[in-house]
C-alpha cells in the first residue's frame, strides 16, 4: 500500500510525510514541480492541469490512499471531484482531505469536497484544524516585517492555533489505522489566544514590541489583495474574521475532537530568525 501525498512539500505534508518515512510506510510526494527532497519519490501534479492526475498512478501502481490539500480556489469542487473520480479509479480506497473548523460539511469550499466524499461511500476523514502556527509566519509576515504589527478584521476573538506536526499526526492515523474512527474531527492546539496576546508574546520572543491592529473586513481584505490573494477568494477570508471576533473559533474550541500538545511559543522560538519577521 502506497500513500500520495497531494501538496506533498506543503505546511502539513512535510510532518506527514517523516512520519510515514519513520514507519516504513512508501510515500509518494506530489507538488507541481514534481521535485521533492530527498529520500522521498516525487511526482509532477497540478490541480489546474488535469492531464497530471493520472501522473502519480503511473508512477506508483500501488496507491490505495491519498491526502487531499485542496487548491486555493473558491471553485475547487470540480478539480477535486474530477482527481477523486480517476483516483478511485486507479484504486484508490481512502482518502484524507484538509479542510478547516469552520467549514461545515456541505459548505462552502471543503465543505462541498467533503459531502461528495461522503456520497460516495469511499472511507474517508475530513480534517477540520484551527488555524495554522505557521499562519503567522506566512500570512502575516510583510506587516510584523515592515510595520510591526499583525493586521486583520478578528477583534478580541480567540483561536486555538494549532501546530502542523499535531494535524500530521491525526491525518497519520487516518491514513494508515485499519479503520476511521472519526470522519470530520475538529483540530485545536493547547490554547486559546487573541491577535492581541500573540503579538505581546512576539514581542517577548523578537526582541522588539509587536502590535494587533484591528480594521473592518473591507480594509483586510484589501490587505489580503495586496498579498496576491485573488478578490473573492479575499473576501471570503477576511470574512472569516467576524466569526472569529463573535466567538466561533472558541466555541469550537470547546468542543474539539483533538487538543494537540504543541504551543505557540516554541513554535515562535524556534523561528525567531526567520527572515519573513526580521525588522526592515
Not at 116 to 130: D, K
Amino acid at each position: 500500500m502506497t500513500i500520495l501525498l497531494t501538496g506533498g512539500t506543503g505546511k502539513s505534508a512535510t510532518p506527514l510525510a517523516n512520519l510515514l518515512l519513520r514507519a516504513n510506510i512508501p510515500v509518494i510526494l506530489a507538488n507541481r514541480s514534481g521535485i521533492v527532497p530527498a529520500p522521498f519519490k516525487g511526482v509532477r501534479f497540478d490541480w489546474l492541469d488535469a492531464s497530471t492526475y493520472g501522473i502519480p498512478f503511473d508512477a506508483d501502481g500501488g496507491i490505495e490512499r491519498v491526502y487531499l490539500i485542496p487548491p486555493p480556489t473558491l471553485g475547487m469542487l470540480p478539480l477535486m471531484k474530477s482527481f477523486i473520480d480517476v483516483a478511485i479509479g486507479k484504486g484508490v480506497k481512502r482518502f484524507v482531505l484538509m479542510s478547516a473548523s469552520m467549514v461545515e460539511l456541505g459548505g462552502p469550499m471543503m465543505g462541498q469536497v467533503h459531502e461528495y466524499l461522503r456520497s460516495l461511500g469511499v472511507e474517508y476523514c475530513a480534517l477540520r484544524p484551527s488555524w495554522f502556527f505557521d499562519t503567522l509566519r506566512v500570512n502575516f509576515s510583510d506587516t510584523i516585517r515592515e510595520r510591526n504589527e499583525i493586521v486583520n478584521a478578528a477583534g478580541a476573538g480567540l483561536i486555538g492555533w494549532i501546530s502542523t506536526e499535531d494535524i500530521a499526526d491525526v491525518a497519520f492515523k487516518a491514513l494508515t489505522a485499519p479503520t476511521i474512527e472519526h470522519t470530520n474531527p475538529v483540530l485545536v492546539g493547547p490554547e486559546l489566544l487573541s491577535y492581541a496576546q500573540i503579538a505581546g508574546m512576539m514581542s517577548k520572543v523578537l526582541g522588539r514590541e509587536i502590535k494587533h491592529r484591528n480594521v473592518n473586513v473591507e480594509e483586510y481584505s484589501q490587505v489580503l489583495i495586496r498579498r496576491g490573494m485573488p478578490p473573492n477568494y479575499a473576501g471570503l477570508m477576511s470574512t472569516l474574521d467576524l466569526g472569529i471576533a463573535a466567538g466561533a473559533e472558541e466555541q469550537l474550541y470547546r468542543n474539539a475532537d483533538f487538543v494537540g500538545k504543541r504551543t505557540l511559543r516554541v513554535f515562535l522560538e524556534e523561528y525567531k530568525d526567520a527572515e519573513e519577521w526580521r525588522a526592515v
